[in-house]
């Protein structure tokens, strides 16, 4: 079973190095993050979505690594990054099939997960630290 969060690795799109792009704004789901949003903001903040199969949660640890687990209970780790030249987040999961770069939309405590070629693919709730025990 694939969750929407490796769905979304699997279907993020990858764009060729610009040297300046700017931040997307969205006038309901808030505006692109940064990469230094993102490092303070996201990087070891929980996020939690609700999809067809259940609830998922993951952790975006320090060191690269985001911690999940589906809901079904099975757990996974896969590495990400940041792209600085075009402010994306990058998952890595050592298949290029289901790896990629997406842009982290921000609103308060939401955060949308979009794709280079406009497809949202979920939106999560924020919350700060390892809330999940993850």
């Known amino acids: 079973m694939i969750t929407s969060l490796l769905f979304l690795a699997a279907a993020a799109q990858s ?7 700017p931040l997307y704004e969205d006038a309901q789901l808030g505006r ?10 996201l990087v070891g903040s929980s996020f939690a979505f609700d999809s067809p199969e259940g609830k998922n949660l993951f952790y ?3 060191g690269g690594v985001l911690k999940g687990v589906m809901p079904k209970g099975e757990k996974f780790a896969i590495n990400w990054r940041f792209r600085e030249y075009d402010n994306l987040f ?7 099939a289901s790896s990629g770069c997406v842009q982290m939309i921000r609103d308060g405590e939401k955060v949308s997960i979009r794709r280079k070629d406009g497809v949202v693919e979920f939106t999560a709730t924020m919350a700060h630290g390892n809330a999940y025990n993850l």
């Not at 692109?32 to 903001?41: G, H, I, L, N, P």
Request: with cysteine; hydrophobic share 35%.
């Open 15 to 21: 764009v060729d190095a610009d040297p300046v792009q």
């Open 32 to 41: 692109q993050m940064s990469v230094e949003e993102m490092k303070r903001d």
């Open 60 to 62: 975006v640890a320090e």
């Open 90 to 96: 990058c998952f890595e999961t050592g298949d290029v």
